[in-house]
């Protein structure tokens, strides 16, 4: 079946360190692929998406290639700030009824 | 506004005591679905509703039921709350199937049985 699994936290990085989250997926067809954000005490709302092999997905300084040759959705930003602290989750989507989510991965950022 | 809004918030309530979590969408999405979300278990599906008056059971229905009467609305009922229920809920909406398609989730309904 369907799957995405996600490397797990906490990471810890400090102010302007460069991120890596990792995911990779396993999926019949050909997916939809998302990254999730969860701030504390707020509900998840999209970081950014891709809806085919080698689309990069941006937003606010992230960014994500969809591989299909590697199964693979990797978040990725440059510079990360205290505000980032937040959970990651990726996702993918087939259509139909159901999003498979990653465990997710809670992310600190130190001043 | 586009949004997902939930109530309560927060509840603290007692074994057996019914409640409802409302929750509302103003997008006119016809997908709308329930979460769960514990420590170490992530997001569990709990039931899902493609358009009014169509629900189904998602992975962990059992303890819940929903209804679909309107388009916008789609409430989680607890009929008869115990304690492994607590925890934190989401209520979510998407538009329909659509390739790309992607969720839109409310704040969360913090959930605790005594």
């Known amino acids: 079946g369907n799957s995405v699994t996600q490397m797990e936290g906490p990471v810890t990085l400090s102010e302007e360190a460069f991120l890596t989250i990792n995911c990779t997926y396993t999926?019949?067809?050909?997916?939809?692929l998302f990254w999730y954000v969860q701030y504390p005490g707020e509900g998840l709302q999209l970081l950014l998406k891709a809806t085919k092999a080698d689309d990069k997905g941006s937003n606010k300084g992230f960014e994500a290639t969809y591989r299909k040759e590697t199964t693979s959705f990797h978040l990725e930003k440059g510079s990360v700030q205290v505000s980032d602290s937040a959970v990651y989750f990726c996702?993918?989507?087939?259509?139909?009824?159901?999003?498979?989510f990653g465990a997710g991965t809670r992310l600190f950022v130190k001043a | 506004e586009a949004q997902v809004t939930q109530n309560p918030r927060y509840l603290i309530t007692v074994t057996g005591k019914k409640l409802t979590v409302t929750c509302s969408q103003n997008?006119?999405?016809?997908?709308m679905s329930w979460y769960r979300q514990d420590p170490g278990l992530g997001l569990r599906q709990i039931y899902y509703?493609?358009?009014?008056?169509?629900?189904d059971k998602g992975d962990v229905p059992e303890g819940y039921k929903v209804s679909r009467k309107e388009k916008r609305n789609f409430p989680l009922i607890l009929e008869s709350p115990s304690p492994n229920q607590t925890s934190l809920y989401f209520c979510a909406s998407r538009l329909g199937s659509e390739r790309g398609g992607f969720l839109f989730f409310g704040e969360g309904s913090r959930l605790t049985v005594l």
């Open positions: 509703s493609m358009n009014v008056e169509v629900t």
């Open positions: 999926a019949t067809g050909y997916p939809s």
């Open positions: 996702a993918l989507y087939t259509g139909g009824f159901k999003t498979i």
């Open positions: 997008m006119n999405h016809e997908y």
